[in-house]
């Protein structure tokens, strides 16, 4: 009877544990429950805070992107993304597509002026990996540009090259995206430069140059390279400071501008310098075979006045020495920048040192600065070079000196070996010393006399018929008489390409009178007065463009602008 009893109870306390846990487990279920709901509600109304917090912030952002739009436009907004496409072209103006036009046409940006755009480089993420510092430097690339025309394929923008190089300064890969936003910008009143190498202030007149160049621009940025090409050279200089702001217009403006000096002297191996030379003193160096190395020095009014004077002589003297190869030599005035066997102005091919005299007798030296190409013509060549000034003598190296006697040939005898007029008293034993060791060159229109040991060695051109030493042939052919090319197309020997350089070919290098730029002249002018005025090709349209007359201010072709003083106002 116990044990039944017993057995029941357990039953009973063995059912009720079951059911407490049974309550437990679902109250802790319920709780559970619970609590996950009231996350989710939690976290939904967070989502939906954040979510109305990013739409007001969007919403704020969205306003002032609009106030500042209309701030940078003026009152018009524009803001498209294109695919860029690189075109051939000059300056910084670049191509949008039709559909721009009538965007920015109905909100008046035509009437408000020149259209300038900002332009910004975005990055795709989907591209090619950079590292952390080449992405942050790619997407804060930023400049600005005029626009050429609207014809541009829809959905693409047109970029030339300034602009493309300044955006994008390593080759892509894929086709980048760029956002064009247009913008209004301040006239430029100040400008600083600076040269990524040392030799740009070498060109004549090189302020000139750069406003040239600028004529090709409308807007410039700070951190633009910006290219200068001048006489088959190219100079980057890198926009440092604008004022009055760091993104200004240069149409229509005068903009005061500093060049400094570049940071690093590193010089580049495809880009000729000039090393500067100081009168009486020696710089020494090494040319290599078929390279050029370049000095300039200058001559002031003081030396030309001296010279005028036919006292002094200017001497270029070039040392190479012993043991070492052969060079030539050339000098030029500027504007020639960089002579060579094409185009100088002097030139000396002697084998060994050189030396030549410019003196007041050549027309061509004026004052101002002066070039001097050393090439290499055979081997490694050490060399010294100088410019000194010298006394002028009055008689030189090769020049027969003419005795108070031959003037007076009464009491003189021809010798029947050298044909010299020879005092009669000592004329027979002139002419046995004469005839034994004496010759006289049998070359038409030479007559040197000469040492019978040294008759083997001197020889005739067969071209030109010049007088050389034997040694000196081969170099006298291969200078001389071996044709060169020009890159007009004619082959012409060495003297007379230096005369098609300097006076005939449409691709020689001139100083436009109008512009102050060195530029291939090109042919006769279409015009017939311009013909008459010596005008070049790029004379006649360069000289096309007008300018406010200093008196009446009314505006005047550039080449028409001294007739019109002489002839209007009797200014001459």
């Not at 440092?240 to 149409?251: D, I, T």
């Not at 030309?304 to 070039?318: A, G, T």
Request: proline share 4%.
């Amino acid at each position: 009877m116990d044990f039944e009893l017993r057995a029941a109870r357990e039953k009973l306390e063995r059912e009720q544990r079951q059911r407490k846990e049974k309550a437990r487990l679902k109250l802790e279920r319920e709780r559970r429950a619970k609590a996950e709901a009231a996350r989710q509600r939690d976290a939904l109304e967070a989502a939906q805070r954040a979510r109305r917090i990013e739409a007001a912030q969007a919403q704020i952002a969205a306003n002032q992107q609009m106030e500042e739009n209309l701030r940078a436009g003026n009152g018009v907004i524009f803001y498209r993304i294109f695919e860029a496409a690189p075109y051939q072209g000059y300056g910084d103006k670049i191509k949008l597509p039709p559909s721009c036009f009538s965007e920015l046409s109905d909100q008046g940006a035509l009437d408000k002026g020149p259209m300038f755009f900002q332009l910004s480089k975005i990055y795709q993420r989907n591209s090619e990996a950079l590292s952390s510092a080449d992405t942050k430097h790619e997407d804060n690339r930023t400049t600005h540009c005029g626009v050429l025309e609207f014809t541009a394929a829809e959905g693409l923008v047109e970029l030339p090259p300034h602009i493309w190089t300044n955006l994008f300064p390593v080759p892509v890969d894929n086709t980048p995206l760029i956002e064009v936003r247009y913008v209004r910008l301040p006239k430029g009143t100040y400008a600083k430069l600076q040269p990524d190498t040392i030799g740009f202030s070498d060109i004549p007149n090189h302020k000139a140059v750069l406003e040239t160049s600028l004529r090709q621009h409308a807007t410039l940025s700070q951190g633009d390279i910006l290219t200068v090409n001048h006489g088959g050279l190219s100079y980057k200089l890198k926009v440092l400071e604008l004022k009055p702001s760091s993104s200004v217009s240069v149409l229509e403006t005068d903009v005061e501008v500093d060049i400094v000096e570049p940071s690093s002297t590193s010089e580049s191996v495809d880009q000729p310098l000039l090393n500067a030379l100081v009168l009486g003193k020696v710089e020494s160096g090494t040319v290599e075979e078929g390279r050029y190395e370049y000095y300039k020095f200058s001559i002031g009014d003081n030396i030309i006045s001296k010279l005028s004077n036919d006292n002094i002589v200017v001497e270029v003297k070039l040392d190479v020495e012993i043991n070492s190869g052969d060079t030539d030599l050339y000098v030029s005035r500027h504007p020639v920048l960089f002579p060579s066997k094409h185009q100088h102005e002097w030139s000396s091919h002697d084998v060994g040192s050189k030396v030549l005299i410019l003196g007041g007798d050549n027309k061509e030296l004026t004052s101002g600065t002066y070039s001097i190409g050393i090439f290499g013509f055979k081997g490694s060549s050490k060399y010294h070079v100088s410019v000194s000034l010298q006394e002028k003598l009055s008689e030189r190296h090769g020049e027969r000196a003419v005795s108070s006697t031959s003037a007076d040939k009464t009491d003189c005898s021809m010798c029947s070996n050298c044909h010299h007029y020879i005092p009669t008293r000592t004329i027979a034993l002139h002419e046995a010393y004469c005839s034994r060791h004496n010759v006289v060159c049998p070359q038409e229109g030479c007559g040197v006399v000469l040492r019978k040991d040294e008759a083997r060695s001197h020889v005739h051109c067969t071209k030109c018929g010049k007088a050389l030493h034997r040694e000196e042939m081969e170099k006298h052919m291969k200078v001389f008489h071996e044709p060169l090319y020009c890159a007009c197309g004619v082959s012409l020997e060495q003297e007379a390409m230096v005369i098609h350089q300097s006076s005939v070919c449409p691709l020689r290098l001139i100083t436009c009178r109008y512009c102050g730029d060195m530029v291939p002249a090109g042919t006769f002018p279409s015009d017939v007065r311009d013909r008459m005025r010596g005008l070049s090709e790029h004379e006649s349209v360069c000289g096309s463009r007008t300018a406010p007359c200093d008196s009446c201010g009314r505006s005047v072709m550039l080449k028409d602008m001294e007739i019109h003083r002489i002839a209007v106002h009797q200014k001459n």
